[in-house]
């Protein structure tokens, strides 16, 4: 794993939300409050260079069934293609591997990003019910067309 990835600390909290807000502002991804990044900081991993950050990644536990979910993606516009958002996923796949957690979905615009790391598409139906206490507050609720992908861990 490249040494500028590691687990975000809660000074982060404000650049990780700008990085967010950023995108979310654009409708490519749900908005964060200051709040949620600070109460949730142990899921996330962050890309730094320079004490900026310029990507990050969650990984949130769903509660049951041994799932989680990749949340909050976000590599910086002018570092895009570089490996960045495929080193910050693989960190929350190791992640999860060492937490026993058999499967990782994502709710995504993206699904191209996620089909090269291994996760195929399945229909939003069968995630659990418990995802969709988020999509609730979204804007676009119930018409949005993100694709749920899914990933099942080896051991
Ligand atoms: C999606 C995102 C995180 C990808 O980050 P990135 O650092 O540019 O991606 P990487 O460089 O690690 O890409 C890894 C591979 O996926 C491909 N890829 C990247 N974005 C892609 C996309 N949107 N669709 C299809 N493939 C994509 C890359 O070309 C690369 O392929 P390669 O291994 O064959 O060279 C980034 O574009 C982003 O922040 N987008 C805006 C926010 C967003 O949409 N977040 C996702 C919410 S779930």
Redesign the pocket.
Known sequence: MPNNIIKARISDAKQMQSLINF?ASKD??ISRSLNEIYENIRDYWVYKENNKII?CCGLHIIGWDNLAE?KS???AKTK????????LVEACLREARTLKLKKIF?????P??FK?LGFKRIPKSKLPHKIWAECCNCPKFPNCNEEAMIVTLNR
Not at 106 to 110: F, M, R, V
């Open positions: 995108y490519l991804m990507g990749i993606l976000a590599v895009q293609k570089k490996g960045i958002g495929k080193n994502a709710l995504t615009y993206s191209g990003f090269k």
